[in-house]
């Protein structure tokens, strides 16, 4: 199944999958870009989903999100439901590992976010997203170990999707 929270590989480096969104009738994984640049990947480059393949077909530089197209049968997608946040509990997402957070500030581009001091993400967490009900509200993008904070790429965008996929 490829969902938000699943495993996406970049020649042998593991990222997360932020969110799965559709668009026109195919998939699209969001994660952030800074985990595929480690692993050498750029625009045009194959990535691993859960036994499938997808392609880095645009790169938002401002926000560090990468668009992968997927090719995957429908019934290994689950979309997610992408929302706007509101200030107040939320958690990140890595396959089974869920960390409580609160959303801070609520922005256009980013939003703030706060971790319990003793259970912070970690550097392979970026990516994974932020969910507050059963909603994807942001993916994370950074974390400050210093005072507990992170921020997430904000969704805005990427709802409604139609507006910006595949120029």
């Given at each position: 199944m490829?969902?938000?929270?699943?495993?996406?590989?970049?020649?042998?480096?593991?990222?997360v999958i932020g969110a799965v969104i559709e668009d026109h009738g195919k998939y699209y994984v969001l994660t952030v870009y800074h985990v595929l640049k480690v692993g050498k990947c750029g625009l045009g480059s194959t990535v691993h989903l859960n036994g499938y393949s997808g392609r880095v077909v645009e790169v938002h530089?401002?926000?560090?999100?990468?668009?992968?197209?997927?090719?995957?049968?429908?019934?290994?997608?689950?979309?997610?439901?992408?929302a706007e946040p509101e200030i107040g509990p939320a958690y990140s997402l890595n396959g089974t590992k869920?960390?409580?957070?609160?959303?801070?500030?609520?922005?256009?581009?980013y939003h703030y976010l706060s971790f319990?001091?003793?259970?912070?993400?970690?550097?392979?967490?970026?990516?994974?997203?932020?969910i507050q009900g059963?909603?994807?509200v942001g993916i994370l993008a950074s974390i400050f170990f210093n005072n507990a904070t992170g921020i997430a790429a904000s969704l805005d965008e990427f709802a409604p999707v139609d507006e910006f996929l595949i120029k």
């Open positions: 490829i969902a938000a929270g699943g495993k996406i590989v970049c020649n042998k480096k593991d990222g530089w401002y926000h560090d999100l990468a668009v992968i197209e997927v090719d995957a049968p429908e019934e290994e997608i689950e979309i997610s439901d992408i869920r960390i409580n957070c609160n959303v801070m500030t609520v922005g256009k581009t319990p001091m003793g259970d912070m993400p970690l550097p392979g967490d970026s990516g994974s997203p932020i059963d909603k994807v």
